[in-house]
């Protein structure tokens, strides 16, 4: 089971950095020319492209750089000349940090939201959570950003509009900088976990033993709570950590807005100036982050729903 996870991890990364090489061959613009400027003398471009090793075949430039990779070696960067990993580790912590803040608020918010509307189905507050939910979930990040941003930075003050405090400069100013860009993030998946949660939820207590226990007479919170919230909760459970990694890899958008030093924005600087070293050391990256959380869930599901281990999937 194990090992075939680490198979198809394997398998995914691979064709994930040989489809990111592909895409980079494609997209227009000269790296020579991001770095020397539009004036550059065709002399000097050529020059820069052997010390690049641009003027190479970019199936062997591939394998030269995968073949770092298995080493740990991901390259320096065309722009800096820092080494990739390097640059990625002084970047990745504010973006994990904005990704788990973002999970959280997700989590806090859509429990209670889902678990109610649940059980107070065609209700007129389901009514009305269904249709909020519908209307974050179709609008864009950068416009709910945009929104966030005005009404509780601009408008009232609370919170900085832009900028970023690191942990070291105190945790209170750190968390109140990062509050908005989480929200941010986390409002999709507060919309996505709620709908998700109800769904279960319904499920569940429409099941036989949810009956008995309320002929029983069980009050309706412990009913809630101890009996149909856990069963409810698997596929949760799953979607959250699948959205750990979405977080980390849609968050460029929102460090752009916010003007948050994080992969985001390393990525937007490595795409501007077509760093094509950066940038599939980020999505390899992402990728696998990704594809480990994902394994790693389907591992633990198994165990924490006794249903997937009595009919034995194989994972």
């Given at each position: 089971m194990v090992l075939g996870r680490l198979a198809h991890v394997v398998v995914v990364l691979l064709l994930v950095s040989v489809a990111s090489m592909l895409l980079l061959e494609l997209v227009p613009g000269d790296p020579a020319y991001a770095i020397l400027g539009n004036s550059a003398t065709p002399d000097a471009v050529a020059a820069l492209h052997h010390r690049m090793g641009l003027d190479r075949p970019a199936w062997q430039r591939y394998l030269e750089?995968?073949?770092?990779?298995?080493?740990?070696?991901?390259?320096?960067?065309?722009?800096?000349?820092?080494?990739?990993?390097?640059?990625?580790?002084?970047?990745?912590?504010?973006?994990?940090?904005?990704?788990?803040?973002?999970?959280?608020?997700?989590?806090?918010?859509?429990?209670?939201?889902?678990?109610?509307t649940g059980w107070r189905v065609g209700r007129p507050v389901d009514r009305l959570?269904?249709?909020?939910?519908?209307?974050?979930i179709a609008s864009p990040v950068f416009l709910t950003a945009l929104f966030l941003d005005y009404f509780l930075a601009v408008k009232t003050g609370a919170f900085p509009a832009t900028g970023w405090r690191a942990l070291d400069g105190g945790l209170a100013e750190n968390l109140r900088y990062a509050f908005l860009p989480a929200l941010t993030l986390a409002v999709t998946e507060i919309a996505v976990f709620t709908r998700l949660l109800r769904s279960d939820m319904i499920t569940v207590l429409g099941e036989e033993y949810i009956a008995n226990a309320s002929a029983k007479g069980l009050p309706t919170r412990h009913l809630l709570l101890r009996h149909a919230l856990k069963p409810a909760s698997f596929s949760l459970f799953t979607l959250s950590g699948l959205s750990f990694g979405r977080l980390l890899g849609g968050a460029v958008i929102v460090e752009l807005i916010f003007g948050v030093p994080g992969i985001g924005q390393l990525m937007i600087q490595s795409i501007q100036s077509k760093d094509y070293i950066m940038i599939q050391g980020l999505v390899l990256l992402i990728a696998f982050i990704?594809?480990?959380?994902?394994?790693?869930?389907?591992?633990?599901?198994?165990?924490l729903d006794p249903r997937v281990r009595t009919e034995g999937v194989a994972i």
């Open positions: 750089w995968f073949g770092g990779v298995l080493h740990g070696d991901f390259g320096n960067s065309l722009r800096t000349g820092q080494p990739v990993l390097e640059a990625i580790g002084q970047k990745l912590p504010v973006t994990v940090e904005l990704a788990v803040f973002a999970l959280l608020i997700a989590l806090v918010l859509s429990l209670p939201a889902g678990v109610y959570t269904s249709g909020l939910t519908s209307v974050i990704y594809v480990v959380i994902n394994a790693v869930i389907d591992i633990v599901y198994v165990y």
